[in-house]
């Protein structure tokens, strides 16, 4: 059961348009994370956000955490067909104060196209 | 290792049979975990070690399932009798026991096909 809901679930764009990915929960996390995984390969992270209204920037990608931590956005800014691939995002859940379980959202597979 | 090495990177098992999925996480990273992976969808959690102590098993899906880490390195992940609906892309995590905001290092995931 996935705790954590993505939208759009799939995106097609062309290349140099803006778009948002949302990821939503009723729960509260420790942190949020965004990770970018290509096929074949594992997720690969791209930041953290650990405050209520925080807002991260990476390059052409802005990260943004909820005041309630309970759900977060990625907007990509003139996206690039290097953009393309499943973006996930991955709630912590702190064991007593150590490591983090992460619990992955659905997925949102974006496809840039030239 | 410079990462999380996972192998086979395929294996094709017919009904019935059992698989071994091994993982090696970055060396002196605390934390393990194996998760399970459909097509197109985010991976769902299996199982969580801290060194070689299995503090969550929640996601295992059935018996079937068992992972072990005995000596807090090398994990593996056995199912045993497969059956078709265990074919996914199960991928290994490991990351430094750290507060809060831990990042977790893949890798590149082991595809299981059951015919």
């Known amino acids: 059961t996935q705790l954590l809901e993505q939208s759009p679930q799939f995106l097609s764009i062309q290349e140099g348009e803006n778009l948002t990915v949302y990821c939503n929960s009723s729960s509260v996390f420790s942190s949020l994370q965004w990770y970018r995984q290509e096929p074949g390969e594992g997720p690969v992270l791209l930041v953290t956000?650990?405050?209520?209204?925080e807002v991260k920037k990476l390059k052409r990608l802005t990260f943004q955490f909820g005041d309630a931590r309970k759900d977060s956005s990625l907007h990509i800014t003139a996206a690039q067909p290097g953009d393309t691939g499943l973006y996930l995002c991955?709630?912590?859940?702190?064991?007593?104060?150590?490591?983090?379980?992460?619990?992955f959202g659905t997925g949102t597979l974006l496809a840039v196209q030239p | 290792g410079a990462g999380v090495s996972q192998s086979p990177r395929y294996k094709v098992a017919k009904r019935g049979q059992d698989v071994a999925l091994r993982c090696d996480p970055i060396?002196?990273?605390?934390?393990l975990f194996w998760y399970q992976q459909a097509l197109g969808q985010g991976p769902e959690f299996l199982t969580y070690?801290?060194?070689?102590?299995?503090?969550?098993k929640s996601g295992l899906p059935s018996d079937r399932f068992f992972a072990e880490r005995p000596e807090g390195s090398v994990s593996t992940l056995k199912i045993q009798r497969t059956q078709q609906e265990d074919s996914a892309v199960y991928l290994c995590?490991?990351?430094?026991?750290?507060?809060?905001?831990?990042?977790?290092?893949f890798g590149q995931g082991t595809r299981l096909t059951v015919v």
């Open positions: 060396s002196g990273h605390v934390s």
């Open positions: 995590a490991s990351s430094p026991l750290r507060l809060r905001n831990t990042e977790a290092f």
């Open positions: 991955a709630g912590g859940r702190g064991y007593g104060g150590a490591t983090n379980k992460l619990i």
């Open positions: 070690f801290q060194n070689e102590a299995q503090l969550d």
């Open positions: 956000v650990v405050t209520g209204g």
